[in-house]
């Protein structure tokens, strides 16, 4: 029985820690340079020019114009935004928009209010794997479709979605293309000239940025109404005073996850590798995912005759912070659609468990996290009345 | 999101495991619904001389059986078969409003124990009152 006590932090896909460099660029622009970028004084010349600095930032991570950034309060507003803009600014072009069963719930249930409100919305199946088909796409497309939303890479299971693929499916029939890049920026390399991308979501926690920031791209001669509406910002197209040491620490973080994306998705690649294959060496594991085409940091295995809730909260007593895809353990009682959609069948969606790596994590806090892993399963099958006779204690 | 006391009962189950010679056994749940409870009962002159469990469930799901067969552990089948949910709930120091449903299952499960040693030994099954056995997804 392992003792000790360490905190190994493996839910990098929920949120990440500030840099502290990020968060020390910061805090001038709550102190010092506090000035309402919108006023006509000095003082308001620096937030603003922090604020122009950072759209070049973001704007150069992803292959886009500065001009073309748009700074919301994180990626649930810009996938609100994306959808509910493109959706009734071409309402008279038509009403229907094509989405994946695999996206996230920013996505799913704003598609799911838009058919309350009259759009109509194909959700695409997907593969084993979580993978949608870009020719799926093109037939789904009718004389209607008014826009393409599918995410770069899935929250739950890592798989990168053939993106550049459906954007140009999308462009061959003019249909606009948005994609919810919150998993993957920073991550993977992004270009939205060379995908075809119209709209792309992003959230600056998901990289070391802060919580409360995000952003929009939207490409040229893209129509879309406002979510926010009041004051000028952003180009009369985003109410609300700027976010300024918000947008500062989501730039820089941003544009130092790009810096160091090539190093760092090697090095955490190896890891998730090391880390699946230590936990699919348990029997009756496993992987859930693309095998390959996934996100370098994500790990997500599901453990036969065991629960979710269960596995965390004994992980968390030894250090381990994970998630589940189980029913229990989320507030509304649903298990996970990903997984579902993925063909799972609903009893063992209970027994997912997602670890997703950080650029802090070790070849150690591995080998700790596939020893604690290990034992917590073997716990909870010798208490479960499903575990068969050969995978219990003797 | 739990409090101590369930947490104690779920890293430290009581009377988990299985009565090879168990004389009443109950399993309730659906594995869809994401928790099974199965009960085992050593029943000698009515009374309940061991209880065991095996539980695959959420924290508060086995908590539930291991404070409930707490509980009903050398008690007689009448006094085991009035164990409400909520008294398991009470036990425990509360649950979370969205896990009720286990200790419900709880009640559930030793229900179906108490019946399948009835019917066994030529007993009549005793009927649910109705009303609190309800376990809703």
Request: net charge negative; with cysteine; proline share 4%.
């Given at each position: 029985m392992n003792t000790e006590k360490r905190l190994v932090y493996m839910d990098h896909a929920a949120t990440t820690a500030t840099r502290v460099e990020v968060a020390e660029a910061m805090v001038p622009y709550m102190t010092g340079h506090f000035g309402n970028p919108s006023s006509l004084?000095?003082?308001?010349?620096?937030?603003?020019?922090?604020?122009?600095?950072?759209?070049?930032?973001?704007?150069?991570?992803?292959?886009?114009?500065?001009?073309?950034?748009y700074f919301t309060s994180g990626g649930t507003e810009s996938d609100n935004w994306a959808l509910k803009g493109v959706a009734f600014a071409k309402r008279s072009k038509g009403n229907h928009i094509i989405t994946t069963a695999v996206e996230h719930h920013a996505i799913s249930h704003t598609c799911a209010w838009l058919e309350k409100q009259g759009f109509s919305v194909t959700y695409l199946p997907v593969d084993r794997y979580g993978m949608v088909d870009p020719e799926a796409v093109e037939a789904a497309i009718t004389p209607e479709t008014i826009l393409i939303s599918v995410m770069m890479a899935n929250n739950e299971i890592g798989t990168i979605m053939p993106i550049a693929e459906i954007g140009t499916v999308a462009r061959k029939h003019g249909v606009l293309f948005h994609t919810d890049a919150v998993q993957a920026a920073g991550h993977i390399p992004i270009d939205v000239q060379e995908m075809n991308i119209d709209l792309l979501s992003l959230s600056g926690h998901k990289f070391h940025g802060p919580k409360g920031t995000g952003a929009l791209y939207v490409g040229p001669g893209v129509r879309l109404d406002p979510l926010m509406h009041g004051g000028a910002q952003e180009r009369g197209r985003r109410a609300g005073t700027e976010n300024v040491p918000g947008i500062v620490g989501m730039g820089m973080a941003l544009s130092l996850a790009v810096a160091e994306m090539v190093e760092n998705a090697e090095r955490v690649t190896a890891l998730r590798d090391r880390l699946a294959a230590g936990l699919l060496a348990i029997p009756e594991t496993y992987l859930n995912g693309h095998p390959?085409?996934?996100?370098?940091?994500?790990?997500?295995?599901?453990?036969?005759?065991?629960?979710?809730?269960?596995?965390?909260?004994?992980?968390?007593?030894?250090?381990?912070?994970?998630?589940?895809?189980?029913?229990?353990?989320?507030?509304?009682?649903?298990?996970?659609?990903?997984?579902?959609?993925?063909?799972?069948?609903?009893?063992?969606?209970?027994?997912?468990?997602?670890?997703?790596?950080?650029?802090?994590?070790?070849?150690?806090?591995?080998?700790?996290?596939?020893?604690?892993?290990?034992?917590?399963?073997?716990?909870?099958?010798?208490?479960?009345?499903?575990?068969?006779?050969?995978?219990?204690?003797? | 999101m739990y409090n101590e006391k369930v947490m104690d009962h779920f890293e430290h189950p009581r009377n988990q495991g299985v009565i090879e010679d168990a004389n009443g056994t109950g399993e309730v749940g659906n594995a869809q619904c994401g928790d099974i409870m199965k009960i085992y009962l050593k029943v000698e002159d009515d009374v309940i001389t061991d209880v065991r469990f095996q539980t695959f469930g959420c924290g508060a799901a086995v908590a539930s059986s291991s404070m409930a067969t707490e509980m009903i552990k050398g008690k007689t089948l009448a006094e085991a078969w009035d164990l409400s949910n909520k008294a398991v709930a009470e036990a425990l120091e509360g649950l979370p409003p969205q896990k009720l449903h286990c200790s419900v299952l709880a009640e559930e499960s030793i229900h179906a124990a108490i019946n399948d040693y009835r019917v066994k030994h030529g007993l009549e099954a005793w009927e649910e009152k109705g009303g609190h056995a309800e376990h809703q997804h």
């Open positions: 004084y000095d003082l308001a010349k620096d937030s603003r020019e922090a604020v122009d600095a950072a759209r070049v930032q973001v704007a150069a991570a992803i292959g886009a114009a500065p001009k073309e950034i390959q085409k996934r996100l370098p940091n994500n790990v997500n295995v599901v453990f036969a005759y065991i629960e979710g809730e269960s596995i965390l909260l004994l992980l968390n007593r030894k250090g381990i912070a994970a998630s589940t895809g189980s029913a229990c353990s989320s507030a509304s009682l649903e298990a996970s659609h990903v997984l579902m959609a993925c063909g799972l069948p609903h009893d063992v969606v209970h027994g997912s468990l997602r670890l997703t790596l950080g650029e802090e994590t070790t070849e150690a806090d591995v080998d700790y996290v596939v020893a604690a892993v290990a034992g917590v399963v073997q716990r909870l099958r010798d208490m479960s009345p499903l575990t068969p006779t050969e995978l219990r204690s003797k | -």
